[in-house]
């Protein structure tokens, strides 16, 4: 799968209480991004990376804050989870060719969250 | 902000038949991509398209760029079992890295 894993692979919570998934990749690709994927809507993107430090809100980034302190990892937190937060959590890659273009994302096989 | 239809949601087909499905947007769009998830996993690339009017087939399936680039199908010829799944449609705009993704069409084969 690309050289990405995700962990935990599942999770119960409690509401109310702090969050936080990992990716990891082994491609040293540039670009990260978090989403979620709910019935209906398809992937929706939350966060992403396009460096070390630096990241960027996506369209519902509300509620979930991330890090990237190595190029390697990426991480997303929920700082403290609500019921509506329940859903798949999926880590995407991406890189930049040297013509600027920028290649399709390549997926993990997800975080299952359930916020009880 | 952009969106894409993606239709129809699901497909009940038999073996051996030929599937189809599409992607519309408002918006422009400079590649469009199809990708298949199956279940329990993340979505998986199966064809990239990054020209109006392109046609490109991958095994037995094929991918077309509409010429207006606001549209994009993809056909599987001769539908096998393990072609169940859901497929997803992409599209991500001039310069971008953001890709948006349709809500995905569940196909269901039976033997």
């Known amino acids: 799968d690309a050289g990405i894993t995700q962990s935990p692979r599942h999770k119960v919570t409690e509401t109310g209480t702090p969050v936080t998934l990992r990716c990891h990749q082994t491609?040293?690709?540039?670009?990260m991004y978090w989403y979620r994927q709910d019935p209906g809507h398809g992937l929706r993107l939350i966060h992403y990376?396009?460096?070390?430090?630096?990241?960027d809100k996506g369209e519902v980034s509300d509620g979930y804050s991330v890090s990237r302190s190595k190029t390697e990892d990426f991480l997303l937190t929920l700082e403290s989870a609500t019921s509506s937060q329940t859903s798949v959590y999926f880590c995407?890659?991406?890189?930049?060719?040297?013509?600027?273009?920028?290649?399709?994302?390549?997926f993990g096989d997800g975080t299952r969250l359930s916020i009880l | 902000g952009q969106q894409l239809n993606q239709s129809p949601q699901s497909m009940f087909i038999q073996e051996g038949e030929d599937v189809s499905m599409n992607c519309t947007s408002s918006?422009?769009?400079?590649?469009w991509l199809w990708y298949k998830q199956d279940p329990g996993e993340g979505p998986v690339l199966l064809i990239a398209?990054?020209?109006?009017?392109e046609l490109t087939s991958n095994g037995r399936l094929t991918a077309q760029f509409g010429i207006t680039r606001k549209d994009s199908f993809l056909n599987i010829s001769a539908s096998i079992p393990s072609d169940v799944g859901i497929y997803f449609c992409?599209?991500?705009?001039?310069?971008?890295?953001?890709?948006?993704f349709g809500a995905g069409t569940r196909l269901f084969v039976k033997a």
């Open positions: 995407a890659i991406s890189e930049v060719l040297v013509n600027g273009v920028n290649q399709p994302q390549h």
């Open positions: 491609e040293n690709h540039r670009y």
């Open positions: 990376s396009y460096g070390v430090k630096d990241t």
């Open positions: 918006s422009i769009f400079n590649t």
């Open positions: 398209l990054y020209k109006a009017g």
């Open positions: 992409a599209g991500r705009g001039a310069g971008g890295f953001k890709t948006i």
